[in-house]
């Protein structure tokens, strides 16, 4: 029989173990879960090598991930102390991202489950931000508010049950944690850009008067970071031009208030009209102290229940993953041995 139609007759447990597998960019993550409890979180990441260069440069990030892509994994299991024997399906993120980066995981993860005949689980990237929330509350169940906000997806999601939701808005351009990214290189910080962006805030205040994308349109839920962007370039540029000093602390500090207020308004907004009361907040952004002080004080006000994930499950982490592998697991939906990575998959 095939390892396809094998895989498919498997009985379903309550709380399997599952590895989760993740190389979307530039960390290489590997992860043991039973149920909804995390054994084990591990990251081994090449950000370093591309401070020099500003950014993620993809051909470095592959290399890394396939020189650490086998000892994450065994380190994971190590500090799990389980045995590969002991894992009932492997988890692993087959898109968005870096393709050749996506690659290496994908390719390791089929390779493990076919040798172990376990199934192997596809995990879209963003699902798996969102399913950190059920990591940091045990207890949470859908309908709720999720507002999503990471370098490459920025939306506010109504999660009417574990495998659908409804996107209320998104990004019409940048996605927040990419427009974090590009001021940050216009302040001539290092990369990443969005933690630095939050650290040089601290010392500033907001005296700039920067957009706040569609702030006359009351009934829409998208977002635009492409004018504040420009907004922020534009000021530093006629600063410079016109040989008057300005304070980086104070760009970054306005900036900042400028990106998360409206996340904050819109996210509140959507907890309202949808008659929820709780909300989850996910993705890389979710780790900045800002954002996360805001809507914590709008969530008090308003008897709001508020999921925050630690800040180490915001950013890219396998454990987000092998938990939405979790919530597939129990559909059997498994992947055959032809998965490939996908750099671009929908929201």
């Given at each position: 029989?095939?390892?396809y139609?094998?895989?498919k ?8 173990i ?9 960390e290489?993550?590997?992860?043991v879960i ?7 979180n591990?990251?081994m ?7 020099k260069?500003?950014?993620v440069?993809?051909e470095?990030?592959?290399r890394?991930?396939t020189e650490?892509?086998?000892k994450?994994?065994e380190?994971?299991?190590?500090k799990?102390?389980?045995k590969?024997s002991?894992?009932d399906?492997?988890?692993?993120t087959?898109?968005?991202?870096l393709?050749?980066?996506?690659l ?10 076919f040798s172990?005949?376990?199934p192997i ?6 699902r798996?931000?969102?399913a950190?929330?059920y990591?940091?509350?045990k ?5 709720y ?10 939306a ?7 495998y ?5 808005g998104q ?8 427009a974090?990214d ?5 302040l001539?910080?290092e990369?990443p850009?969005?933690p630095n962006?939050?650290k040089?805030?601290k010392n ?11 702030s006359?349109?009351k009934k829409t839920?998208n977002f635009?970071?492409s004018?504040?962007k ?8 006629n600063?410079?031009?016109?040989g008057q000093?300005?304070?980086?602390a104070?760009v970054a500090y ?5 990106a998360?207020?409206v996340?904050?308004?819109r996210?509140m ?11 989850a907040?996910?993705g890389?952004?979710a780790?900045?102290g800002f ?9 008090i006000k308003n008897?709001i ?5 630690e800040r180490k499950?915001?950013?890219d982490?396998a ?12 559909i ?5 041995i032809?998965l ?5 998959i929908?929201?």
């Amino acid at each position: 029989m095939k390892y396809y139609e094998k895989i498919k007759q498997l009985n379903i447990k309550e709380n399997p173990i599952i590895l989760g597998i993740e190389s979307s960019c530039d960390e290489t993550c590997a992860s043991v879960i039973c149920g909804r409890e995390i054994i084990s979180n591990e990251i081994m990441s090449s950000a370093s090598e591309h401070v020099k260069f500003g950014g993620v440069v993809p051909e470095i990030a592959s290399r890394a991930h396939t020189e650490a892509i086998s000892k994450v994994c065994e380190l994971a299991l190590q500090k799990a102390e389980k045995k590969l024997s002991e894992i009932d399906a492997i988890a692993v993120t087959y898109g968005a991202g870096l393709l050749g980066a996506l690659l290496v995981g994908v390719s390791y993860a089929k390779a493990l489950a076919f040798s172990l005949n376990i199934p192997i689980i596809p995990v879209n990237h963003i699902r798996g931000h969102i399913a950190a929330a059920y990591l940091q509350d045990k207890e949470l169940q859908p309908p709720y508010i999720c507002l999503l906000a990471s370098g490459g997806h920025t939306a506010v999601l109504n999660v009417k049950d574990y495998y659908n939701y409804d996107v209320l808005g998104q990004t019409v351009d940048d996605a927040a944690g990419e427009a974090f990214d590009k001021v940050a290189r216009i302040l001539k910080l290092e990369y990443p850009g969005g933690p630095n962006i939050e650290k040089l805030a601290k010392n500033g205040a907001n005296n700039i008067v920067l957009p706040k994308m569609f702030s006359n349109d009351k009934k829409t839920y998208n977002f635009s970071y492409s004018g504040l962007k420009t907004a922020v370039i534009n000021y530093c540029h006629n600063m410079d031009e016109k040989g008057q000093e300005y304070n980086k602390a104070d760009v970054a500090y306005s900036f900042q208030k400028s990106a998360t207020d409206v996340l904050i308004e819109r996210t509140m907004r959507a907890v309202k009209e949808c008659s929820v009361k709780t909300v989850a907040v996910c993705g890389g952004v979710a780790a900045n102290g800002f954002l996360r002080d805001g809507i914590l004080k709008e969530c008090i006000k308003n008897n709001i229940k508020l999921i925050l994930p630690e800040r180490k499950f915001c950013t890219d982490n396998a454990s987000m993953i092998a938990m939405e592998g979790l919530l597939q697991y129990k559909i059997k939906n498994f992947a055959d041995i032809s998965l490939n990575a996908k750099a671009s998959i929908t929201l």
